[in-house]
Nanobody, 125 residues
Framework: QVQLLESGGGLVQAGESLRLSCVAS????????MGWFRQVPGKEREFVAA????????YHAASVKGRFTISRDNAKNTVYLQMNSLKPEDTAVYYC??????????????????WGQGTQVTVSS
């Protein structure tokens, strides 16, 4: 099993920044791809960004590209999501996810086996 614990959410004003962290523990060698997703009530979970533990390759959703950056620190088993120039429409619960591969399908929630409990991000206008 892999446990994922997110932190760093909060309430900010539009234009400000936040950095989310996701610490992985347990059988972390079984995960190769990590992702961030977000969800608002009544809507499907939305892909934000993904990263390969091994190569560090990343890709980001069009809606956040240029504003958000996913990164990882292998020594700390931690994945980050740096969020700049936040907008009210970025308000959501943000989830960290771990999967057994990193691929062009890593935007799909069903590619991931492990999920964190989520952290709330609220951006006021």
């Amino acid at each position: 099993q892999v446990q994922l614990l997110e932190s760093g959410g909060g309430l900010v004003q539009a234009g400000e920044s936040l950095r989310l962290s996701c610490v992985a523990s347990g059988r972390t060698f079984s995960t190769y791809g990590m992702g961030w997703f977000r969800q608002v009530p009544g809507k499907e979970r939305e892909f934000v960004a993904a990263i390969s533990w091994i190569s560090g390759s990343t890709y980001h959703a069009a809606s956040v590209k240029g504003r958000f950056t996913i990164s990882r620190d292998n020594a700390k088993n931690t994945v980050y999501l740096q969020m700049n120039s936040l907008k009210p429409e970025d308000t959501a619960v943000y989830y960290c996810a771990g999967g057994q591969r990193y691929s062009l399908s890593s935007y799909r929630p069903d590619e991931y086996n492990y999920w964190g409990q989520g952290t709330q991000v609220t951006v006021s206008s």
